[in-house]
């Protein structure tokens, strides 16, 4: 084989795989939720459940993740879906007035916020957030757009909370209707379309 033809080959295996991938940054509650939301939009290859917004190193879920947020990292195909596609989906996918976490977890690891990583996800995300508020001038929008920071995925022994919707869908299922967050995002967004 020559040259051309490794190079040629090489380029098929990067375009077959994620190397053209952009990562966003979203936290909107429960990290199992998000991921099941996110991974259901077409140019997403996958959503993967962690920790980000705080200090400490290797955060937990049983164990220390103080300042963290739950979070989900959104690994998607530009070409497909757009950064703003997914701020808008983003939106829909949360209560952005519950200052205390979201559907039935409490806390600060279940508050919703946004993590744009580049000067151009930061102009989006403020641009999108601004459009929230004018929909609601009468509600006080609390998600937040913070800085991006170090993202932690799941892993080890908590290994089992990523793709959790897809390992136990009948607790899943259970645990999403007895939350509430379905019935709460209808009644704040209206039906789905």
């Not at 705080?54 to 739950?70: F, L, M, Q, V």
């Amino acid at each position: 084989m020559n040259l051309k033809e490794l190079s040629f080959l090489t380029l098929l295996l990067l375009m077959s795989s994620n190397a053209f991938a952009a990562k966003a940054y979203f936290a909107g509650g429960c990290f199992w939720c998000m991921e099941s939301d996110f991974e259901k939009i077409k140019g997403v290859s996958e959503a993967i459940s962690g920790f980000t917004g705080g200090t400490i190193k290797d955060p937990t879920y049983r164990g220390d993740h103080s300042g963290h947020y739950e979070a989900v990292e959104v690994i998607y195909d530009p070409k497909v879906v757009s950064y703003k596609e997914l701020l808008d989906h983003f939106w829909k996918s949360i209560d952005p007035f519950d200052a205390r976490g979201q559907f039935c977890d409490k806390g600060h690891a279940y508050l919703s916020a946004l993590f744009p990583s580049t000067p151009e996800e930061i102009k989006l995300a403020h641009e999108s957030r601004l459009k929230i508020v004018a929909k609601f001038p009468k509600k006080k929008v609390i998600t937040p757009i913070l800085k991006a920071s170090v993202f932690y995925p799941i892993k080890g022994k908590e290994i089992h909370h990523q793709d959790y919707y897809k390992k136990s869908p009948l607790r899943y299922k259970a645990y999403r209707w007895n939350c509430g967050r379905d019935s709460r995002l209808e009644e704040i967004w209206g039906k789905k379309k």
